[in-house]
C-alpha cells in the first residue's frame, strides 16, 4: 500500500487520526507534536488523561526501545497496556495480521502500536480500523518509523533551537534499507532543515527520490566537513549477506565514525543513533558514550514523544 493509499491520518478538523508517516504531515502538526512532547518533559508528573483507555503494543519484529517506550508511554498515561508477542501468538497457527487485529479490536482495545516487516502493513490494518481506534506505526518495512522521526527532531531541536534553516545535518550509513532514515528527512525537510547531507556506500543508497533536496556522497570526511549534526544508521548485518558489504572492517574503514572524524564536523556538533548500536562498526565506544553524544537523551525524549502521540490520537 502506498502512502497515497493510505487511510487519511488527520480528520476534516485537522485532528490526527492515525500516525503512519510523517510524510505529507502539516509542518503545524509535527511542531504541535514535538511541543506536547517538550511538555511531557517539562511536567515529569504521570497523569491520567488515558486512564480506563486500553492500548495494545502489536509487535510482528522484535523491539527493545520502541516497543519499551511505548509501553512506558502508555503507563504513564494511565492506559490499561497489553502486550503482544508474535512467537507466542496465534500467527504461529497461521492466522493473519489483519485477524490478530480483529479479535483483539474487539477486546474493546482502542489504540494500536504496531510494528511489522511489511511496507505498508500499519495503514493496511488503520484500514480495516473501526471508527474510533487509532493505530500508531512502530516501523513498517523499510517505508517509516513517525515516532523516531520526532523524537529525533526533538532532540535536535533542544540540542539547537527551533530554527532549522540554518541547520546542517549529515546522516550516514545504510539508508536503503532504513525507516528511520525515511521519516528523519521527511521530518527535516518539513522543518526546513537548511542543509541534509546523505553518506554512504552506493549500495546502500536509495533510488527514486528518497533523497530529493539532499546532497549525496560517498567520502565521509567531507560529508562530515562543518556539519551541525552527525545521524549515524545501524549496518543490517544481513547485508553483508548480500553481498552489499564486503566485510565489517571495511565498512568501518569507510563509514565509521570515530573521535578523529567527528572533528572534521562543527565543534558543537552532535551525534544521534536510533539503536541498537553496533560498537565499533558504524560508531565507536569514544564517540557514542562521549560528550557530544545525545543517543541517551533520544531514548529519554522516545518516552515523551509516545506520550504525546498516544494523547493527541486518544486523549
Given amino acids: 500500500m502506498s502512502v497515497s493509499d493510505s487511510p487519511a491520518q488527520l480528520d476534516s478538523a485537522g485532528r490526527l487520526r492515525h500516525l503512519l508517516t510523517l510524510d505529507g504531515l502539516p509542518r503545524s502538526t ?51 497496556v497489553l502486550g503482544f508477542d508474535a512467537s507466542t501468538s496465534s500467527t504461529t497457527k497461521g492466522e493473519t495480521a489483519l485477524d490478530t487485529f480483529r479479535n483483539i479490536e474487539a477486546m474493546g482495545v482502542r489504540g494500536f502500536v504496531v510494528r511489522h516487516s511489511a511496507d505498508g502493513a500499519v495503514a493496511a490494518l488503520a484500514a480495516a480500523a473501526a471508527p ?70 552506493a549500495a546502500l543508497l536509495p533510488d527514486g527520490d528518497v533523497l530529493a533536496g539532499c546532497t549525496v556522497g560517498h567520502d565521509l570526511d567531507a560529508a562530515l566537513e562543518g556539519v551541525d549534526a552527525v545521524m549515524m544508521l545501524r549496518l543490517q548485518r544481513e547485508r553483508m549477506d548480500e553481498g552489499l558489504v564486503a566485510s565489517l572492517d571495511d565498512y568501518h574503514r569507510d563509514y565509521g565514525l570515530d573521535a578523529r572524524r567527528l572533528r572534521r564536523a562543527a565543534p558543537d ?43 493527541a490520537l486518544l486523549g
Fill in 132 to 201: 474510533g481506534v487509532a493505530l500508531l506505526n512502530a516501523g513498517d518495512g523499510r517505508s517509516a518509523h513517525p515516532t523516531q522521526g520526532l523524537l529525533d527532531m526533538l532532540t535536535l531541536r533542544q540540542a539547537k533551537g527551533a530554527d532549522f534553516s540554518g541547520l546542517r545535518v549529515a546522516i550516514v550509513g545504510d539508508v536503503r534499507h532504513s525507516r528511520v532514515a525515511r521519516s528523519d528527512l521527511q521530518a527535516l525537510r518539513t522543518l526546513g532543515a537548511g542543509e541534509i547531507r546523505v553518506c554512504g556506500p
Fill in 30 to 80: 509535527l511542531v504541535d507534536l514535538l511541543d506536547r512532547a517538550q511538555a511531557c518533559l517539562d511536567d515529569d508528573a504521570p497523569n491520567a488523561r488515558l486512564a480506563g483507555t486500553a492500548i495494545c503494543t502489536l509487535f510482528f519484529e522484535p523491539s527493545t526501545r520502541t516497543r519499551l517506550s511505548f509501553q512506558r508511554a502508555a503507563q504513564r498515561l494511565g492506559a490499561d
Fill in 269 to 311: 556538533a552532535v551525534v544521534l543513533h536510533p539503536g541498537p548500536m553496533n560498537r565499533g562498526v558504524e560508531i565507536t565506544d569514544e564517540v557514542a558514550d562521549g560528550p557530544q553524544s545525545l543517543i541517551l537523551r533520544q531514548v529519554r525524549n522516545g518516552v515523551a514523544v509516545r506520550m504525546a502521540v498516544l494523547d
